[in-house]
């Protein structure tokens, strides 16, 4: 059971918009601690997506999106790619469990 | 910036699963911190723990009885110890530099360790 919850996986087709929620609580994003996101693609290390709720790495394009708002926070890929199939994670940090960076439990991109 | 981890691949049930991550292009001491991050196969990321370069650590407490981590800025490098290993604690095992707010910017590539007889 993670600490920030996540849908297991979404689906869209290329070109469509999908979102992507995480759900925490008062002691994680209710508390105004940020919400990062990491894309990661098959067989490969996570990479940053979006980091302090709203903002891209470089490199990252403008289809990659967030938000937070009171204790959920969201992800939104728009004009949907092929290569956009993935899984994506959350991430924040808990005030109750001593410093804790925790993680949601990943949701899995189908492009169809 | 770059992280690589290396350690065995194969640990017996009861021993000690020790890694470490060497970083380059930039220098453990400017005041990041440096974190562990595992993933059962066909499963999700589990932060493990994160050091300082003074060594002040926070660790995950699900694994606070089982984990040390420690830095060594001469070597510009840190490391992980994760006592009496079990089949459970079969997972690739990712460092990582923590970015702002305790976000990780830079990830390693990730190495495989099982935990078999």
Known sequence: QSVLTQPPSVSGAPGQRVTISCTGSSSNLGANYFVHWYQQLPGTAPKLLIYDNNKRPSGVPDRFSGSKSGTSASLAISGLQADDEADYYCQSYDSSLRASRVFGGGTKLTVL | ?117
């Open chain 2, 1 to 117: 910036v770059q992280l690589q981890e290396s350690g065995p691949g194969l640990v017996k049930p009861s021993e000690t699963l020790s890694l470490t991550c060497d970083v380059s292009g930039y220098s453990i001491s400017n005041g990041s911190y440096w974190g562990w991050i595992r993933q059962p196969p066909g499963k999700g990321l589990e932060w493990i723990g994160s050091i300082y370069h003074t060594g002040q650590n926070y660790y995950n407490p699900s694994l606070r009885s089982r984990v040390s981590m420690s830095v060594d800025t001469s070597k510009n490098q840190f490391s992980l110890n994760l006592r009496s290993a079990t089949a459970a604690d079969t997972a690739v095992y990712y460092c990582a530099k923590e970015g702002r707010f305790y976000s990780l910017d830079f990830w390693g590539q990730g190495t495989l360790v099982t935990v078999s007889s």
